[in-house]
């Protein structure tokens, strides 16, 4: 591996990116973020300091994230999927938060997850990969994570209502004037609906190595 490889794994809402780029960086030895989460923790500290991310600035608040706010269990949570694109949409929030992010992958490469990682963070990164699934499919693994009764007898009503919320931040994701949800143009986009999380990480393995040899 070259000394600074970054790898960029874009893609909406429960497409399995995560779960992806973990195990890439677990594999390459390299380093890895969830870019995600520091919009997620940005608006998970305005809401319980009582601010509304839809007419509130949220500079101060991105500022104050640290690794620590990373780490909260709460931050996968509809309120929270909400105040993460309504924070990810100020444009002062998204260039604070690029500098985190390109600091970050520094002199020794790393694998960020993210939804503009390979468009606006960093369009030159050696490898891109695009996740994605159907909101159905995507719906019913949030739903798992969030669920704390696998076998409630409202499943399908509760992942029905979990789908509308992706549908809806897909659309204001892809929508935003700042740095919308889209697969860069060099993106090699990898569909997880039928692939399990191994056949995803050697579907993306092989083409790291494509890219890198």
């Known amino acids: 591996m070259t000394q600074r490889l970054v790898i960029a794994v874009d893609g909406p809402a429960a497409a399995g990116k995560g779960t992806l780029a973990r195990s890439l960086a677990e594999a390459l030895g390299l380093p890895y973020l969830d870019t995600g989460l520091l919009y997620r923790a ?12 839809a007419t509130a600035p949220a500079e101060e608040f991105a500022a104050g994230v640290g690794m620590e706010d990373l780490r909260r269990t709460d931050l996968r949570v509809p309120e929270v999927d909400r105040a993460a694109s309504l924070v990810a949409a100020q444009p002062a929030v998204r260039r604070m938060l690029v500098d985190v992010q390109r600091r970050f992958a520094g002199a020794h490469g790393a694998v960020l997850d993210g939804r503009d990682i390979g468009t606006v963070i960093f369009p030159d990164a050696q490898v891109k990969l695009y996740i994605t699934a159907s909101a159905r499919t995507r719906a019913e693994r949030r739903w798992e994570q969030m669920a704390t009764d696998l076998n409630a007898p409202d499943r399908a009503a509760q992942i029905a209502q979990v789908e509308r919320e992706i549908a809806a931040r897909d659309a204001a994701d892809s929508a935003r004037a700042t740095a919308p949800l889209r697969p860069a143009e060099d993106a090699v986009h990898i569909e997880t609906d039928h692939l399990d999380a191994a056949a995803v990480l050697a579907e993306a393995l092989r083409i790291v190595a494509l890219r890198t040899r």
């Not at 940005?42 to 991310?53: E, S, V, Y």
């Open 42 to 53: 940005t608006g998970r500290r305005m809401i319980d300091a009582g601010h509304d991310p």
